[in-house]
């Protein structure tokens, strides 16, 4: 039985193809004043605070040190940091506070996806003696998923240019958002390939941006709070060959012991990059066609690397705050082909 | 809270190139060391926690990634921890989390660093957009900070190069320990070149590829572990400021607050007295003083005395870095973890030759940035 966390202030950053202006702290500190004032706390009442982000990323080494700086942590805070999407830094906060002797958490993440080549950049996370020397890019690894999921039959390219056409119509609600051209799925098939059998409606933007969450222990009583029920994480093996591509084995076994299966879910916020990934996701998590999938246009809206997945439990939360649903998935992923992936389940109380 | 324990330990050969190992061949040296120790195999561990410093010391993003394969973690949770130079305790410190909070049952902690891969000092001195560059490797930062305190302390500049010579015959008797200096002496260290005015070249810590392992459990699991277990009686985490005027770094406020909030969580009220051992993080020799200080095992000022007067030495009164320390061996990601497991070791009785007779409640130490990320766990023979 896990103590019961609610997500009591959520902030994000509008996302941008390139932020040129703000470094990490000027990334970092709107959107943590914003959660703390959403949450009605200050800094000082937090019990733990924890970020994700990378070194990459920014290309140079703890880059998470002057993020810090933003929140000017005097007296010094309890603190820590994962250099993973923060909804892995969320995690991090959530088992703190299953410890009991801490009741409220700060969580944040910032990347800036743009100063580099980033398709380049993510091959730098790939095995570094057998395949990174081969430099497949982010892009190509995932089409070689596509291709996969198509000649197995499970997705068709429509089905996919549904997907983004769906994300792109969502996003015009956004305001976060960064894709929002709407497209019918005839012209979006129309478009040549990026990398056969991906088209660029199936890849997600570069984007800039930063978000924080708030999380304290639920109270008992009457108040209506958005509360964490469930939040487990699995990795599959790296070597490509060693996985069936079709599936994700991981997401399937996080959901379940996160108790995705226990009762219906009204809507889900899914990191899916590509397409073909949402499609296989809903899939594995057993999504029927009534709920909701990415209503803020997801992944393929805005995909600031280290922050999109932190982002989809911000969004699940905020949408079950405002009376979208009583119960939510968000869902996030790290490494090639959807490696290694998060589930989080959210409930009204 | 669920108690949590060390049940197993397992460190690399420490060397400054270990050309015969890959990343991944090296945490499974360290990682089959500690699952050995505690008679348990790869299937048995529910999760992974591992710890290294900045990623580009070996050019791999987000290594778990890769290292999942060879971690044994797929279908499974890899967690990846990064808070600089304290990087390997708050590794420690998370894996426990895991045990205190209930999830989990058996986790296997790991931190590692190839230095060999890159130039570690370079790679410590970036130049950040909009700030100076105020920096020339680790030395360049730290040695201001040592200055400062042998002002205020009054200390004589022979203090760095005594802790210099005791780390490093300390070292001789550790099996896994990269620098063996058994000829080192007084004269020696002061012949040797200056890096960063005190700092000489043997008051520095070297370079090395290494890594160490962990098995942490509940009480359950520790109850059927082959060898003593080691009890966690506290841990905590602190960080401060980069940037901000009121900052001492060198006596610094999170280290301070670090150290009461452990001490207070495993009931220390004299912690001189009460600790039998450190293991604690001292990079360049002077810090063995200046954190004497700032833990509060003597008053402000006396930490020298306390080097020179032998209380920290292997058989004196509080032996510090009875492993040899990070003057001996510093895999920059894996230094922290390995001041925790050595201080594990010697609460289990099971340190060799540089075991501490009696030991039986021991600090681990770790920090890192601008002395301003602070982790920190007592570990003890007996269960909380």
């Keep these: ?349 | 809270m669920e108690r949590c324990a060390v049940i197993g330990i397992g460190q690399t050969q420490h060397r400054a190139r270990r050309e015969d190992v890959s990343l991944a061949g090296l945490l499974r040296e360290a990682a089959e060391r500690a699952l050995q120790d505690a008679e348990l195999r790869f299937r048995d561990i529910d999760a992974v926690v591992i710890g290294t410093a900045p990623d580009m010391f070996e050019g791999v993003m987000m290594p778990e990634l890769y290292l999942a394969d060879a971690l044994g973690a797929a279908g499974k949770a890899i967690t990846r921890v990064h808070t600089a130079g304290s990087v390997g305790g708050s590794t420690a410190l998370v894996a426990s989390h895991l045990i205190h909070a209930g999830i989990h049952s058996k986790v296997l902690a790991l931190a590692f660093e190839k230095q060999s891969e890159s130039n570690a000092m370079w790679a410590l001195s970036p130049v950040i957009p909009f700030q100076p560059q105020l920096t020339a490797g680790a030395g360049g930062y730290f040695a201001p900070l040592v200055r400062a305190y042998m002002r205020r302390a009054n200390a004589p500049r022979h203090i760095g190069h005594l802790v210099a010579v005791k780390d490093r015959l300390n070292g001789v008797k550790n099996p896994y320990s990269h620098l063996k200096l058994p000829e080192i002496d007084l004269a020696a260290v002061e012949a040797s070149p200056m890096l960063w005015d005190p700092i000489r070249q043997l008051d520095t810590c070297p370079s090395s590829d290494g890594a160490v392992a962990m098995v942490l459990t509940d009480a359950g699991a520790a109850a059927r572990s082959p060898h003593r277990p080691a009890w966690v009686h506290g841990g905590a985490m602190r960080s401060e400021p980069v940037m901000f005027a009121g900052r001492d770094q060198v006596n610094p406020r999170a280290g301070i607050d670090c150290a009461k909030d452990v001490y207070a969580q495993a009931g220390v009220t004299d912690p001189r007295r009460e600790l039998d051992v450190a293991e604690i993080y001292v990079p360049f020799s002077w810090f063995e003083p200046m954190w004497l200080e700032n833990l509060g095992l003597c008053p402000m000022g006396d930490g020298w005395k306390l080097t020179e007067a032998g209380v920290t030495a292997l058989g004196g009164e509080l032996p510090i870095n009875p492993s040899g320390g990070v003057l001996c061996t510093n895999p920059i990601g894996a230094s922290g973890m390995l001041r925790f497991a050595e201080a594990a070791l010697q609460v289990r009785g099971m340190a060799g030759e540089h075991q501490v007779d009696g030991a039986r409640l021991a600090l681990g130490h770790a920090y890192g940035g601008g002395s301003q990320f602070f982790s920190m766990w007592i570990v003890g023979s007996d269960p909380p």
Excluded at chain 1, 180 to 199: C, I
């Design chain 1, 1 to 349: 039985m896990t103590r019961p966390i609610a997500v009591v202030g959520f902030a994000q950053l509008p996302n941008v193809r390139r932020d040129t202006a703000r470094e990490e702290g000027e990334l970092v500190q709107p959107v943590v004043n914003a959660a703390l004032e959403q949450a009605k706390l200050t800094r000082k009442d937090i019990g733990f605070t924890c970020s994700g982000s990378s070194d990459f990323l920014l290309g140079r080494p703890f880059s998470f040190v002057s993020a810090l700086d933003a929140l000017a942590p005097w007296p010094p805070m309890s603190e820590s940091h994962v250099e993973m999407d923060g909804a892995w830094a969320l995690y991090e906060a959530w088992v703190r506070l299953q410890c009991g002797d801490v009741d409220t958490a700060l969580v944040y993440a910032y990347g800036k996806s743009s100063l580099g080549n980033l398709r380049d950049v993510l091959a730098q996370q790939l095995d570094p003696y057998y395949l990174a020397p081969l430099v497949p890019d982010s892009v190509s690894l995932a089409a070689l998923q596509a291709r996969a999921l198509l000649d197995a039959g499970s997705c068709r390219e429509r089905e996919m240019a549904q997907v983004a056409a769906r994300s792109r119509r969502d996003a015009q609600h956004n305001p976060f958002a960064q894709v929002k051209k709407t497209a019918d799925v005839e012209q979006l098939l129309d478009a040549p390939y990026l990398v056969e059998p991906l088209r660029k409606h199936d890849c997600p933007p570069i984007s800039d941006g930063a978000c924080a969450v708030v999380l304290r222990a639920a109270r008992s009583g009457n108040d209506r709070q958005v509360v964490i029920t469930g939040i487990d994480h699995r990795v599959e093996p790296h070597a490509l060959g060693a996985r069936d591509l079709t599936r994700s084995v991981s997401t399937r076994q996080a959901a379940e012991r996160a108790g995705v299966f226990e009762r219906k879910v009204d809507l889900a916020e899914l990191h899916a990059p590509f397409t073909h990934q949402e499609l296989l996701l809903r899939r594995e998590l057993q999504l029927s066609a009534e709920v909701k999938v990415n209503p803020s246009g997801g992944a393929l809206a805005a995909n600031p690397m280290m922050v999109a997945g932190l982002t989809r439990i911000g969004e699940a939360a905020s949408r079950l705050a405002r009376g979208e649903g009583k119960r939510a998935i968000a869902h996030a992923t790290s490494g090639p082909c959807l490696q290694q992936n998060l589930v989080c389940v959210l409930e009204v109380t």
